[in-house]
């Protein structure tokens, strides 16, 4: 694998959209023969490919459900490609649903180490970097208080404090650096930047914000209904992306205009 820690490999995934089931007569006949295909199937991303070295930050871009957190899902092993491979290497710490890996009957302490102990780390281990979690997550004074009295912005800044301080040898985001207030965005930033330096750290990383990807990577792979549009540099793929986005938002602009000119105010 040499220096590669990711290879997406012509991954592609599929979804059965369970429709509600009216007992129409076609329905039940359906429902009796051997050939009851009732549900959609609906490909979420298809043939996908893509390499991730060591060091790398990669940002991954497109519009809602160009597919990008089902494919950072795969990386992570939480969901499996219906087709292709994913391959990786080293420690994984994925940050993608708020609250994933938590138990909210256990307080902020025991789902540190819970968290910990899931995502394979050592209890030795896990002692050393507590405090620092804590610190970091500005949750000392409720740190023994079970996780369902916590706000959703409390639960995403113990989730952030782990992911970063045990430095994983890949960690996955997904929009986590909007969470929180402004005084917390900007130190999770300051994080990233750390882990980022060290190069230690392979970071895959799903924004909206097109300025966190052009300073949090040096790669990018831009995702267009389930597919890759485009991969490369970070500098290149952010520039089309920008470029595409601001056209479509013209085109729906004239489209308005013109829709609205024919109406009668
Ligand atoms: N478990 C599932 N079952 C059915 N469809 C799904 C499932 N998970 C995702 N999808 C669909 O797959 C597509 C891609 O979803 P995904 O969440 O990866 O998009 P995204 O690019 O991350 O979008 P957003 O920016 O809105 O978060 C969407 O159409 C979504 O509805």
């Not at 968290?115 to 979690?133: H, Q, S």
């Not at 793929?237 to 479509?248: I, L, M, P």
Request: with cysteine; net charge positive.
């Amino acid at each position: 694998m040499s220096r590669k820690v990711v290879i997406v490999d012509d991954v592609s995934i599929k979804f059965l959209l369970k429709k509600e089931r009216q007992f129409s007569k076609k329905k039940i006949t359906n429902l009796f023969s051997r050939n009851n295909k009732s549900d959609d199937e609906f490909w979420a991303v298809r043939n996908v490919s893509f390499d991730v070295e060591k060091g790398d930050r990669l940002g991954i871009l497109g519009l809602n459900g160009a597919g990008k957190s089902t494919i950072l899902k795969m990386i992570a092993g939480v969901m499996k490609p219906t087709l292709g491979s994913v391959k990786t290497k080293g420690r994984i710490v994925p940050l993608i649903e708020l609250g994933a890996g938590f138990n909210s009957r256990y307080t902020g302490r025991e789902n540190i180490y819970l968290r910990g102990a899931v995502l394979g780390y050592p209890k030795e281990f896990i002692e050393k970097k507590f405090d620092k979690i804590v610190e970091f997550s500005e949750l000392k004074k409720f740190i023994d208080v079970p996780l369902e009295k916590y706000s959703s912005g409390m639960k995403s800044k113990l989730g952030f404090a782990i992911s970063t301080m045990v430095e994983p040898d890949i960690l996955i985001l997904d929009e986590v650096l909007s969470v929180g207030d402004a005084k917390f965005k900007k130190k999770s930033f300051a994080r990233m930047m750390e882990l980022i330096e060290n190069e230690r750290t392979t970071v895959l990383f799903v924004s909206h914000s097109l300025g966190q990807v052009r300073k949090l990577c040096n790669k990018a792979v831009w995702m267009e209904k389930g597919k890759v549009k485009m991969v490369g540099e970070s500098k290149e793929v952010c520039d089309a992306y920008a470029n595409y986005t601001a056209s479509s938002g013209k085109r729906k602009e004239r489209r308005a205009k013109v829709q609205n000119s024919g109406k009668i105010s």
